[in-house]
């Protein structure tokens, strides 16, 4: 089997190359390096399962030989990203979701694509099923991230109901775990890294907006289960455990025993007031769901960063 991951140096693209090689693929990785890593698949450049291709998949995914699957995982995923990146994130959900449809159709391959919880906006219910259709300003600051992948969704399943080609769909809530970029601009990456050098913790409005959080190994697992299933409509993947900003802040606090004031600011425009999945469909669907506890979780992601900050100081 053979499977191309777009954004494959990123955070879950990285953790993605890793599980489809364990599993037997091979792996063709494609990023332009926009906001992905390169280092993160550097322990992968030896193996002979693994190519490395530098391209823009807003502009081509063609490529040689058998296709087996094609993962859609190519965006700026963090506001800060796809805030200063307006236009190329709207480019890589639309052209280049088009662009890897297309390749999959070509090479009757599956299709997977890596949708998000934004799609739900600001939701007026929780938690946020399937069916619930969102709450999203279309011209907001973050609309270039929410209705650009709100077009793919469609786009993908455009693509199946008219072509018949055989497409997954993920909904892919909050995620963390090691390889996370130390300037992400969300919220654990955010806090550990305020922590471990010492700033006050930044916490935007007055901290009781919720999130939930899935460690990346979970996530990982849901979205290989998705891709082996048939299952072609949108699927949530994400820790059903509701939490809030302000104690999220205050358990990484305790967690690296650091001595900072957690610091408030406005919150910005659009910033969703809850995030929850309701995962019941993949608990049926799939027989998925996290074993990862939120403290097992914060323990590993916080050695990675702590190791990466000594690193930096070094």
Known sequence: MRGVITGGSGFLGSHLCDKLIEKGWDVVCMDNLAT????NVGHLKGNPRFRFLRRD???????????????????????????RLPIETMMVSSAG??????????????????????????P?????????????????????????????????????????????????????????RLNDG????????????????????DGSQTRSFCYVSDMIEGIYRLLESNEREPVNIGNPHEITIKEFAERVRELVGAKVAIEYRPLPEDDPQQRCPDITKARRVLGWEPAVKLEDGLKRT???????????RA
């Not at 979701?97 to 600001?122: I, M, R, V």
């Not at 654990?188 to 409005?205: C, D, H, K, R, S």
């Not at 916080?302 to 930096?312: C, G, P, Q, S």
Request: proline share 6%; glycine share 6%; aromatic share 12%.
């Open 124 to 180: 007026e219910v929780s938690p946020q099923s399937e069916s619930y259709w969102g709450h999203v300003n279309p011209i907001g600051p973050r609309s270039v991230y929410d209705e650009s992948k709100r077009f793919s969704e469609a786009l993908t399943m455009a693509y199946h109901r008219a072509r018949g080609a055989d497409t997954r769909i993920v909904r892919i809530f909050n995620t963390y775990g090691p390889r996370m």
């Open 36 to 39: 992905g890593d390169e280092t």
């Open 302 to 312: 916080y050695e990675y960063f702590r190791e990466r900050v000594a690193a930096i």
């Open 186 to 205: 969300r919220a654990l990456p955010n806090f550990l890294y305020q922590a471990l050098v010492g700033e006050p913790i930044t916490v935007y409005g």
């Open 57 to 83: 998949v807003s502009t081509s995914v063609e490529i040689d030989g058998a296709v087996d699957a094609v993962l859609h995982f190519a965006s700026p995923a963090s506001p800060p990203d796809y805030l």
């Open 97 to 122: 979701t088009h662009n890897a449809l297309d390749l999959a159709a070509q090479k009757k391959a599956k299709f997977l694509l890596a949708s998000t919880s934004e799609c739900y906006g600001d």
